[in-house]
C-alpha cells in the first residue's frame, strides 16, 4: 500500500512557475514508477510525466515537454513536478499516481492516487 499526498498548488500569473510535491508513505517507496496527471474542468484525465521506478527514466506530454521537470528523491519518499513558463491551459487539478511496474501513460493502469491539488494560471 502508499498512501500519495500532493502539495505545492496555488495561483500564478502567465510565464510563472510552481514546484509541486507528491509525498509517499510507505518502505518500498523506490519500487513505484510515479506519474502526475491532471485534470481540467469539463475536460478528460492527462496524462503530463512520469518517472521509472528502476532507471529513473522520464516521460512528457508534448504539452509540457520542455517546460516542466519532473524528479524524484527516494531518501525522502518524494517526487516533484518543476513546472515553469506556465500557461493558462496549465490549470487543472495536478494528482500523482503509483504503479508498481514500468511507468505508463494511462491511468486506469495505476493502482494509488492522491487527493489532487489545484494549480490556477491566470493570464
Known amino acids: 500500500q502508499v498512501q500519495l499526498v500532493e502539495s505545492g498548488g496555488g495561483l500564478v500569473q502567465a510565464g510563472g512557475s510552481l514546484r509541486l510535491s507528491c509525498a509517499a508513505s510507505?518502505?518500498?517507496?523506490?519500487?513505484?514508477?510515479i506519474a502526475w496527471f491532471r485534470q481540467a474542468p469539463g475536460k478528460p484525465l492527462e496524462f503530463v510525466c512520469g518517472i521509472n521506478r528502476d532507471s529513473g527514466s522520464t516521460y512528457y506530454a508534448d504539452s509540457v515537454k520542455g517546460r516542466f521537470t519532473i524528479s524524484r528523491d527516494n531518501a525522502k519518499n518524494t517526487v516533484y513536478l518543476q513546472m515553469n513558463s506556465l500557461k493558462p491551459e496549465d490549470t487543472a487539478t495536478y494528482s500523482c499516481?503509483?504503479?508498481?511496474?514500468?511507468?505508463?501513460?494511462?491511468?486506469?493502469?495505476?493502482?494509488?492516487w492522491g487527493q489532487g491539488t489545484q494549480v490556477t494560471v491566470s493570464s
Open positions: 499516481a503509483a504503479r508498481s511496474g514500468s511507468m505508463v501513460v494511462t491511468a486506469t493502469s495505476y493502482d494509488f
Open positions: 510507505g518502505r518500498t517507496f523506490s519500487s513505484y514508477s
